[in-house]
């Protein structure tokens, strides 16, 4: 028997120190909600979960420049919506203008009148914007064509969607209304029922062709969307398996933090039977 190295009392000092360091990892993992808290508790798993964690956010912006290109879409369609309005209320002054009923004085009103109306649907193309980005035109102070919207719509290079160019909804885009625009405000006042039979036609090819640029937007906003739900039904699972990973299981840590309590205490009380042993060797003393 020996006193100098009390062999038991440290194997039981060692194993409690392990059983409390479990604890420590299980009360942190409880306080936390967290089944990995640094990388020890697992490596492989938190590289998995980080990865996760970065795509789910890659998705969740890619869902947010969505809804903003769903906004920016809506804001040029509102826009030609008021453009075709302007458009059927020319044509309508144009048949006005073109029955003999109407007076020359009266040609020449309707003729005031058009220009004005050509040329608020010229400030509507200048003014319409998301963001300081043209939608109608090239930019506020080009009537030239606009350029190609694309938008991110995923956490790849490749996912994007791509709104057309060659969009130019102004007078001198729609064609035949930039001369209209021009007859009707420099010879207003021999605007002739012939004059505005002749440019009939015309106003129709501009409505179909505005027409058809407000089906480009719908066609691309339908796109977006159907995109956008996608992109939330992936976010949820995303944010699922990263969980699975990630967070701890309350009921399965509580039933480990309350075994590792308990072996600490029996550990404790280990430690002191060991303490008490090796005070027999003093019997042999006495």
Do not use: C, P
Not at 191 to 205: H, I, L, P, Q
């Amino acid at each position: 028997m020996r006193i100098n190295t009390n062999v038991a009392s440290l194997t039981a000092l060692e194993s409690n120190a392990q059983v409390n360091r479990n604890l420590q990892n299980s009360l942190e993992k409880l306080s936390s909600g967290l089944r990995i808290n640094k990388a020890s508790d697992d490596a492989s798993g938190l590289a998995i979960a980080d990865k996760l964690r970065t795509q789910a956010s890659s998705v969740k912006q890619s869902i947010s420049n969505g809804n903003s290109a769903v906004s920016l879409i809506q804001i040029a369609d509102k826009a030609m919506a008021e453009q075709s309005n302007i458009l059927d209320i020319v044509k309508q002054k144009l048949i006005q203008a073109a029955t003999a009923t109407t007076s020359k004085e009266g040609r020449t009103a309707i003729a005031k009148d058009i220009n004005k109306l050509l040329t608020q649907l010229d400030s509507i193309a200048q003014q319409t914007n998301y963001n300081g980005i043209s939608l109608l035109q090239a930019s506020a102070g080009s009537k030239d064509s606009s350029i190609a919207q694309t938008f991110q719509m995923g956490e790849k290079a490749a996912n994007i969607v791509t709104l057309a160019s060659g969009i130019a909804a102004n007078t001198h885009g729609l064609e035949g209304m930039s001369a209209l625009k021009d007859t009707t405000g420099n010879s207003a006042s021999t605007f002739s029922a012939g004059t505005a039979r002749s440019n009939m036609v015309k106003v129709d090819s501009a409505l179909n062709q505005l027409n058809t640029w407000r089906s480009d937007f719908g066609s691309t906003q339908n796109q977006i969307e159907s995109a956008v739900r996608n992109l939330m039904t992936q976010e949820t699972n995303i944010k699922a398996a990263e969980s699975v990973i990630r967070d701890v299981d309350y009921a399965a840590e509580s039933a480990n933090f309350n075994k590792q309590n308990i072996i600490s205490q029996a550990g404790t009380y280990a430690l002191s039977q060991a303490n008490q042993v090796q005070q027999n060797v003093l019997r042999l003393l006495q």
